[in-house]
């Protein structure tokens, strides 16, 4: 465990393209020691070891495939890995009374409050996007919605790389739901994802989330207000996936001192009103 002057920190999902990045953010962070890590089974870096394969020579911690294994060297967890494993790893941390922080997406409702309900045990933090400038985004379009009132229609594009294996992102669906909370609506019957064909008009109550794979797009997030002869869009660039590690970095600081609780990135950043 974590001396008074470090917090110990194991990563999940070691191998992946966040996962290496996390390390690096944990590195470049006082107070901070990474403690072991963990892949999936068959992974590369199981057998390259985790300095040789994120070019760190001076790594020594190790890397295994059970999260049991080493989580009694664990003060949070931060977790970037996929649905079935992240939900295993909560399982492991809520015996284990060790705070996580997850930045997998995807997650269904009901697996959704299972991390709820494991905030009434650990203190976890839950977010599918963990960049500063997102969260802004998140604080912001709530406000410009409920501003412009309904004679702008909201519409929701996102660009990913073609890698990425969900879709629409978990920060659309965040965006979408911000969006349909301030305007009352229930975004079940609101949503479309994609338009084709003879549609006719657009609904007054009607938000499109369209999304994009191309390339090696970090993530770009654009939402529209079209209105009577004027539109607004907020956008956000994804330049670096660091702006994501250096994200989880803060929550994890954050968890590790909170006290049980199901908390998100505004939580984190503060920015809940």
């Not at 064909?197 to 993530?219: C, F, L, S, W, Y």
Request: contains cysteine; aromatic residues 4%.
């Amino acid at each position: 465990m974590g001396s008074e002057n470090s917090l110990h920190v194991v990563v999940c999902g070691a191998g992946g393209r966040m996962g290496g990045r996390i390390i690096h953010a944990i590195q470049q962070t006082p107070g901070l020691k990474l403690a072991a890590s963990v892949e999936r089974p068959g992974h590369p870096v199981l057998d390259k070891g985790l300095a040789q394969y994120l070019g760190l020579p001076e790594l020594t911690v190790p890397v295994i495939s059970d999260l049991s294994g080493i989580i009694d060297k664990a003060d949070v967890i931060i977790d970037f890995t996929s649905i079935e494993a992240s939900l295993t790893h909560l399982q492991i941390a809520k015996v284990n009374k060790t705070p996580m922080v997850v930045g997998t997406t995807g997650f269904d409702v009901d697996q959704c409050k299972m991390f709820e309900e494991a905030g009434k045990q650990i203190a976890v933090c839950l977010s599918p996007n963990m960049s500063v400038g997102v969260n802004l985004l998140f604080s912001l379009v709530g406000q410009v919605a409920k501003i412009l009132g309904k004679e702008y229609d909201p519409e929701i594009i996102e660009i990913h790389h073609r890698l990425k294996k969900d879709a629409p992102s978990g920060t659309a669906m965040k965006l979408a739901h911000i969006l349909a909370d301030a305007k009352g609506w229930d975004l079940e019957k609101t949503e479309i994802h994609g338009r084709k064909g003879i549609i006719g008009p657009r609904k007054n109550e009607e938000m499109g989330i369209h999304a994009v794979r191309t390339g090696d797009v970090v993530g770009e997030h654009t939402v529209i207000f079209g209105g009577p002869a004027e539109r607004i869009e907020l956008i956000h660039r994804a330049h670096s996936r660091d702006i994501f590690a250096f994200g989880a970095v803060k929550a994890a600081l954050f968890v590790a001192g909170a006290k049980p609780g199901f908390y998100d990135m505004q939580d984190v950043l503060g920015l809940k009103r």
